[in-house]
């Protein structure tokens, strides 16, 4: 399954849970005017993480509604309102509308900067063996070529995760582990949680998180911790977790649990810094958008939304070095657990 069906099917269960709300008495208006108004006023009740993206929301709508009068043509709806949207660069807030490309509010999702220092393809031929995946490779894990270590990719995060177990049986007595989430394109948190709890050996803070119940600039609900939890026969086993720029959302709160683990280190980029749950809206035209009504904080006290979790070592491939075949990020991870 490609990257953009998945995003339109994660956005339209976004959207039919969104439905289940109570309905308009009245239907809302599809001038341009009032569809500007309404996803404003939207992001204004229910958008989290204005303060740790530092925007002033009623700022930018004094740049941005005086662009909007109600002889506007959709196409310029539509760019005026990707230009609002672009100033959370969040990559957790999208647009999409008939005829047109997702347009994704965070830069790097836009511009799908670095994208090409990942190739799922070049770690299958060239680093691989004993290779299992499934059709969708949703999973992907085998023998590092010539070495006593098991590497797993995941390209999001939910029952895919289901196959930690066979993993972990079979690299148990491994020199070491190497957990891709380069690229991970998020999901359900829940599943990496539940699945590699016999990674610890007791139960570790994670991360809490608090969602908004309310109109109100601090209407949320109370402050929630999530831990990781040990389950079944614990391995204790040197563990290198790939992340880049790239790594999002669920597959961010999967970094952040391996981030509890002390015999796990983080290696590669700083991941996007979306870690909120997303939710999706539809406007009166039949545009849909997304949204984040959610804080969270990690085990530091910190919270890194918009910066990104930093690695514990920063090594960044050179695009050179992907296309004549060569991932130098895994390759240094691989180094490290034979050292």
Known sequence: MNTLLKYLTSLVLFIGMAACEPMFTEQPSMDPEAIFENLWTTFLQEYAPFEERNVDWE???????????????????????????????????????????????????????????????????????NIRMDEDQSYIYGKIKNENIGYIFFDFVGD???RMHDFLNEFENADGLIIDLRHNQGGDFT?????????TD??????????????????????????????????????VVLTDRFTISAGERAVMAFMTIPNAITLGDTTNGAHGTM?????????????????????????????????????????????????????????????
């Open 59 to 129: 700022m930018e709508y004094s740049r941005f509604r005086p662009m909007i009068n109600s002889s506007t043509s959709d196409e310029e709806l539509f760019d005026v309102i990707s230009d609002l949207l672009e100033t959370l660069d969040d990559g957790h807030v999208s647009l999409t509308a008939p005829g047109k490309e997702i347009y994704f509010a965070n830069r790097i999702r836009r511009e799908k900067i670095d994208e090409g220092l990942f190739d799922l393809d070049v770690i299958q031929n060239n680093y691989l063996e």
């Open 160 to 162: 895919n995760f289901f």
């Open 191 to 199: 599943y990496a949680f539940s699945e590699i709890g016999r990674l």
């Open 202 to 239: 007791q139960r570790r803070f994670v991360f809490k998180s608090k969602t908004k119940n309310g109109k109100g600039k601090d209407d949320f609900t109370p402050w929630f911790d999530w831990y990781l939890n040990p389950s079944g026969n614990y391995l204790e086993i040197p563990i």
């Open 279 to 339: 939710i999706g809206r539809e406007l009166a035209n039949g545009w849909f958008y997304s949204l984040v009504p959610q804080k969270v904080e990690l085990f530091d006290g910190k919270n890194y939304e918009g910066i990104g979790l930093p690695p514990d070592i920063f090594f960044k491939n050179k695009l050179e070095d992907v296309v004549s075949g060569k991932d130098e990020l895994l390759e240094n991870a691989i180094s490290r657990l034979n050292n």
